[in-house]
């Protein structure tokens, strides 16, 4: 089976974009652009996702400050509190699985229960297409 000897420590990438709870939304928006991202994990003080924070969740914030001038405040009440993690050793199909039944777009991977990275849809569909 091919997908089974794909790991996805050999697929993901390194980390661009973190967040504290703490963060200021239109920071946050002008992070994710400079980075290329869709999103990124938010931390805490001591390195734990408390938090994923995405476009989608930013998204009506942005439009407010930008449209109406509207301060945009802190991203704490704007993420996701509910973060779906992969383990690095995990195989690649673990992660398709994941995109396949849900809106996700991005995965943090961790490795003893520490970020070591993301992963992506596109990250997953190149490494079934290198396989071929």
């Known amino acids: 089976m091919i997908g089974s000897t794909l790991i996805i420590k050999d697929y993901m990438h390194e980390v661009l974009v973190t967040f504290t709870p703490d963060t200021d939304v239109m920071r946050a928006v002008h992070l994710l652009l400079e980075q290329n991202v869709s999103g990124a994990p938010v931390l805490d003080r001591l390195g734990n996702i408390t938090g994923f924070l995405s476009e989608k969740d930013v998204m009506g914030v942005a439009l407010d400050a ?3 001038d509207d301060a945009a405040g802190t991203i704490e009440p704007l993420m996701s509190r509910k973060v779906v ?4 050793e995990d195989s690649i199909v673990a992660a398709a699985r994941i ?3 849900s809106s996700l777009k ?3 991977v961790m490795l003893e229960n520490r970020l070591v990275g993301m992963i992506t849809r596109r990250d997953v569909l190149r490494a079934f297409e ?3």
């Open 106 to 108: 991005t995965l943090p």
């Open 85 to 88: 993690t992969v383990d690095a």
């Open 130 to 132: 290198r396989q071929r």
């Open 66 to 68: 930008g449209y109406y």
């Open 99 to 101: 995109f396949r039944d």
